[in-house]
């Protein structure tokens, strides 16, 4: 049974960094394909980076590229999120998610249960 574990949420002031930790266990054959996502009350889960298997290729979403880069540790089933220059509107609930996919598509099959992250002004 695969669980996918977040950790890394909080307070921060805006301007301020965080970074969210994820990792998916239970997985025998090769690492996934792994996000993060981003919820706040009433809006539909949004997507916020991406990366490969091997962690050669990222993807993100335009409002945070520049200022979040996610990574994993030699193609490890455990990839960060560093967050920086955050900002009030950076405010959810992030999700990561475990799955298939590769340069241009991502599955997500597996999701964690969310860490929260509140940015102040």
């Known amino acids: 049974q695969v669980q996918v574990v977040e950790s890394g949420g909080g307070l921060v002031q805006a301007g301020g960094s965080l970074r969210l930790s994820c990792t998916a266990s239970g997985r025998a054959s090769g690492p996934y394909a792994m996000g993060w996502f981003r919820q706040t009350p009433g809006k539909s889960r949004e997507f916020v980076a991406r990366?490969?298997?091997?962690?050669?290729?990222?993807v993100y979403a335009d409002s945070v590229r520049g200022r979040f880069t996610i990574s994993r540790v030699n193609a490890q089933n455990t990839i960060y999120l560093q967050m920086n220059t955050l900002k009030p509107e950076d405010t959810a609930d992030y999700y990561c998610a475990a799955g298939e996919g590769g340069a241009s598509t991502f599955i997500a099959t597996f999701w964690g249960q969310g860490t929260q992250v509140t940015v102040s002004s």
């Open positions: 990366i490969t298997k091997s962690g050669v290729t990222t």
